[in-house]
């Protein structure tokens, strides 16, 4: 009896190949399996250096839970439309936001703060009307709007008084 260099099968004296993996007898095994070489010299084999790599008959993993997601592949759930975003309320959302920058930087945005408000409202209206999305940006282009045309008025009102007074 010997062991089959490649799958560690036991095979008789005079097998001619390896039922288990059809390895022909007096064939080379792959490189790194079979006898490991013995003492330089003594013609004997040493011991052990047979057997396949761990992995060729090892057992499947397990999988446990649903496939993960592949974006790229085929799902058995339909993906629903995707849903229009209003365009006036990305546009009362960015005016708004512009006339933040603009008061800041030279003054000239509180004439866009009104335009970005009356804008979210539009929006707000239409969005009620069709369905489509932009809900959060109309609103923030309202409350930004208004907020900077009130500060606006604020300090009209502080500069009239302070100009009254002196």
């Given at each position: 009896?010997?062991?089959?260099?490649?799958?560690?099968?036991?095979?008789?004296?005079?097998?001619?190949?390896?039922?288990?993996?059809?390895w022909?007898?007096?064939?080379?095994?792959?490189?790194?399996?079979?006898?490991?070489?013995?003492?330089?010299?003594s013609?004997?084999?040493?011991?052990?250096?047979?057997?396949?790599?761990?992995?060729?008959?090892?057992?499947?993993?397990?999988?446990?839970?649903?496939?993960p997601?592949?974006?790229?592949?085929?799902?058995?759930?339909?993906?629903?439309?995707?849903?229009?975003?209003?365009?006036?309320?990305?546009?009362?959302?960015?005016?708004?936001?512009?006339?933040?920058?603009?008061?800041?930087?030279?003054?000239?945005?509180?004439?866009?703060?009104?335009?970005?408000?009356?804008?979210?409202?539009?929006s707000?209206?239409?969005i009620?009307?069709?369905?489509?999305?932009?809900?959060?940006?109309?609103?923030?282009?309202?409350?930004?709007?208004?907020?900077?045309?009130a500060?606006?008025?604020?300090?009209?009102?502080?500069?009239?008084?302070?100009?009254?007074?002196?």
């Amino acid at each position: 009896m010997y062991t089959c260099p490649v799958c560690a099968n036991m095979l008789p004296d005079g097998a001619v190949y390896c039922a288990r993996c059809n390895w022909l007898a007096g064939a080379p095994g792959p490189a790194g399996y079979g006898p490991a070489p013995g003492p330089p010299g003594s013609g004997a084999p040493g011991a052990g250096g047979y057997g396949p790599p761990p992995y060729l008959y090892a057992d499947p993993p397990t999988v446990v839970g649903p496939p993960p997601f592949d974006a790229g592949g085929w799902s058995p759930y339909p993906m629903p439309p995707a849903r229009k975003v209003n365009g006036l309320a990305i546009g009362a959302m960015c005016t708004s936001i512009g006339a933040i920058v603009l008061t800041l930087a030279c003054g000239i945005g509180v004439l866009a703060a009104p335009v970005g408000a009356v804008l979210g409202h539009v929006s707000l209206s239409q969005i009620k009307q069709t369905g489509e999305d932009g809900r959060g940006m109309a609103l923030a282009g309202i409350i930004i709007g208004w907020a900077l045309t009130a500060l606006l008025a604020v300090g009209i009102v502080l500069i009239v008084v302070l100009a009254a007074s002196s």
